[in-house]
Every structure is written in structure tokens, then in C-alpha cells.
């Protein structure tokens, strides 16, 4: 081999890796990571591809742009009015719709003006209900948000409770193999096999439906992701964090200052008492200009100014228009305080299951499942040196399981907790 041919080879070995590296680092050639591994993602997917946040935003900016309107003047209104069209003023000349060829041709512009301060009531009504509309996006994308986290946990839970049943076969097979040896070496009998093996078909057996679990748990996340049923999703690797312990006060302030449902309901109050007062202004007249321009045939033009007012007579139909405006608002004010009562009963119950799970969740951890494994591991010493029964054993590997789905259990529930804590207080915890 000459010189050339060593340096070559090196390099084009060099080149190929390169190469190789650049095609597995672009963007091209890298592969989608799937959905499902943590919350935050699915969260941010769902913002975006939620066809229920969409229309709840198309339906906000909706109600901004009435805003505009209810505001805005009538339009004018244009008359052309053609007097003596069939020319009895003029002998000799024919009838006519033509202006210019009548005998006169008039012009007319009128405009409607509302009394003074009708236009800014109906603005701030429609500025109370868009408002209103705005709370209902945030309302919509907090249930959506929560109504996610009860998927994600739903989903967390089936595997791993999935993940423990597999631990957990794992363990009674290895006890199967143990019993297996002590039962050919004549030191146990045939009972204790088959209670082993029994006790393997019942958890096998548990894992399918935890398979049911699971693909029910991910057709209901893909649906609120806007995906098809069976779309991949990641393994989820933890449950969200819980959020520190809190004194139910401030919560309940906290809700009452950020919650989406209170906001909504001090709109509605907001927009009820704008109307009502737009009621009583309808007790003024609304009025009219009119600027005229009048072309007679063969004379000279003219300009005509006329104002006019409605006159409202009919005073039983506007009393009984302002006892409904006035019903109204005191029927969004009773909503409004029943709103806030509701509130502060469902926040002061969220918080006390966050508590109660978290306690659970501690106790179990820290003292019951300890406490089950070293009892696991006595009776399966004994079992081995013959002073134990095997039905101890499985007794034993039993509330081990029951203890570890127990504190899973907990776990999730303290998540789904938080999740209904947060979807009423409007705020991340």
C-alpha cells in the first residue's frame, strides 16, 4: 500500500462519518418524539390544536368587534324626491322619472343622532359582554387544561400500575421457581405450587384489563389533543408535582381575584346594570337632521334644514322595559354572590382532598410499604429455611402489591386533586 493510499483511506473514512452525523442530527432525518412523556407538552399541543379553544377565541374576538358597533351612529339615509313628474306645471312637456326633467328634483340627506349617552351605554354593554366572552376563553382553557392532567394521570396510573403488576410477576415467578426446587427436593408439597401458579393467572389476568386501562386512558388524552384515538404517545415518566401546602384563605382569595367563573358572572352584573341604565335614558328623545337640496325646473336651487324628535308616548311598554332591566341586574347580582358562595364551598373541598391524599400518600411511602417489604423479605427467609409457610409468603407479597398500588393510588389522586384546585382557582397553584 503506497502513502497516497494510506492518507486516503483515513479521509474518506473521515468524510463518511461525517456525513453520517450530519444526516442523523437534521431535522429531516430526526424523528418526531412522540406526545405523552410529560404534561407540559401536551398542554402546549392542546393550546394550539384544541378545536374548543379555538371557537372560544373566534367567539371573544366575535363579541370585541360588537363593541364597535353598538357604538357607531345610524347610517344616513339618502331621498331623492321627484315633485310633478308629469309635468302639469310645464305644458307641453311629457311625463317623467328623470330628475332634471320634472318639475322639481330634491335632495335629501337625513342622519339620526341617539340622545347623549345612549351610544356610550350600549358600548359599555357590549363591552361588559365581551368581557364576559374573554373569561369564557379562560374558563375554556383551564377546563381543558384540567380536563388533561385527569387524562395524563389517568394514563400514569394504568402504567404503572402496569409497570408494578410486571414487578410484581416477576417476584411470584421467582417464587414459583423457588417452590418448584423445594417441591422436587421433597421439602414442600404440591400445594404450594399450584397456589403460586393460581396466584400468577390472577395477575396476568389483572395485567389485560391494564391494558384496557391504558388504551382508554390514551383515546381519551389524544381526543382532548385533537388526534386520532391510537395516535403514539411516550411513556409517561412522572406524575405533576404537587404544589406546596396552602392555607385555605388564601386560596379562596386567590379564587376570588383570578377565578374565570366569578369574572364571568361580574360581567354579566356589569352589562345588566349598563343596560338598565340605557333603559332609562330611552325616557329622552332620540332625534334627526335633514339637509335638503331642491332643484326646481328653470328656477333657482334652494337648501332646506329640518330636525325632527320621536316622541315617547307609550310609557306603559318603556316602565315595563325598565322593571325587566331592573329584575336583571338583580337577578346577575344574586348569580354573582351564588357564584362566589359555590366557589369558596368547591376550593375549601379541593383543598382538603389535596391534604388528605398527600397525607396518605406520605404515610403510606414513609411507614406501610417499608414495613410490607421487610415483611416480605421475613417470610421468604422462613419460607427457605422451612419455618414459614408458603401461603405466609404470598400473604406477604399480597399486601407488598396492595401497599405499592395503595400508594400510587394516593399519588394520583393528590395530582387529580391539585388539577381541580387549580381549574377553580384560575392560577397555577
Do not use: C
Request: proline share 6%.
Amino acid at each position: 500500500m503506497t502513502p497516497m493510499t494510506v492518507f486516503i483511506f483515513p479521509l474518506r473514512n473521515a468524510l463518511r462519518l461525517t456525513v453520517a452525523l450530519t444526516l442523523a442530527w437534521s431535522p429531516v432525518a430526526a424523528a418526531e418524539t412522540p406526545l405523552g412523556a410529560d404534561l407540559d407538552t401536551l398542554i402546549a399541543h392542546a393550546r394550539e390544536h384544541n378545536p374548543a379553544l379555538v371557537a372560544s377565541r373566534l367567539d371573544a374576538a366575535a363579541a370585541r368587534e360588537r363593541v364597535v358597533s353598538a357604538t357607531a351612529l345610524p347610517d344616513p339615509r339618502v331621498e331623492i324626491e321627484l315633485m310633478d313628474v308629469t309635468n302639469a306645471m310645464n305644458p307641453g312637456r311629457p311625463a317623467s322619472l328623470l330628475p332634471g326633467e320634472v318639475g322639481t328634483t330634491t335632495l335629501r340627506v337625513s342622519q339620526m343622532l341617539p340622545f347623549p349617552g345612549k351610544r356610550a351605554l350600549r358600548g359599555e354593554v357590549a363591552g361588559a359582554l365581551a368581557e364576559g366572552a374573554a373569561a369564557d376563553v379562560l374558563q375554556t382553557r383551564i377546563e381543558i387544561e384540567a380536563a388533561i392532567r385527569r387524562a395524563y394521570v389517568a394514563y400514569f396510573r394504568a402504567a404503572d400500575q402496569a409497570r408494578i403488576l410486571d414487578e410484581t410477576i416477576a417476584l411470584n415467578e421467582s417464587l414459583e421457581a423457588l417452590a418448584l426446587s423445594r417441591y422436587g427436593l421433597g421439602l414442600t408439597t404440591q400445594q404450594d405450587v399450584l397456589q403460586v401458579q393460581g396466584e400468577l393467572t390472577t395477575l396476568r389476568i389483572q395485567a389485560v384489563e391494564l391494558a384496557r386501562m391504558r388504551a382508554a386512558a390514551q383515546a381519551s388524552l389524544n381526543a382532548l389533543l385533537a388526534r386520532a384515538p391510537n395516535a403514539p404517545l411516550a411513556e409517561p415518566v412522572a406524575l405533576p408535582m404537587l404544589p406546596p401546602p396552602a392555607v385555605l384563605a388564601s386560596l379562596v382569595e386567590q379564587a376570588t381575584q383570578h377565578a374565570p367563573v366569578l369574572a364571568r358572572a361580574r360581567s354579566e352584573l356589569l352589562a345588566a346594570e349598563r343596560n338598565s341604565a340605557l333603559t332609562y335614558r330611552d325616557r329622552y328623545p332620540d332625534f334627526g337632521v335633514s339637509i335638503a337640496n331642491n332643484r326646481p325646473r328653470g328656477g333657482r336651487d334652494s337648501w332646506d334644514v329640518m330636525f325632527e324628535l320621536n316622541i315617547p308616548l307609550q310609557q306603559a311598554s318603556r316602565r315595563a322595559r325598565e322593571r325587566e332591566a331592573e329584575y336583571a341586574r338583580g337577578a346577575a347580582e344574586a348569580r354573582r354572590d351564588a357564584a362566589e358562595h359555590r366557589l369558596a364551598g368547591a376550593v375549601g373541598e379541593s383543598h382538603a382532598a389535596l391534604e388528605a391524599r398527600r397525607g396518605q400518600a406520605l404515610l403510606i411511602r414513609d411507614s406501610l410499604l417499608p414495613q410490607t417489604e421487610a415483611g416480605l423479605a421475613s417470610a421468604r427467609a422462613g419460607y427457605e429455611t422451612g419455618s414459614v409457610g408458603f401461603a405466609s409468603v404470598l400473604a406477604a407479597q399480597q399486601r407488598v402489591l396492595n401497599a405499592r398500588l395503595a400508594l400510587l393510588e394516593a399519588e394520583a389522586e393528590a395530582a387529580l386533586g391539585a388539577a381541580d384546585l387549580e381549574q377553580l382557582l384560575g392560577t397555577p397553584l
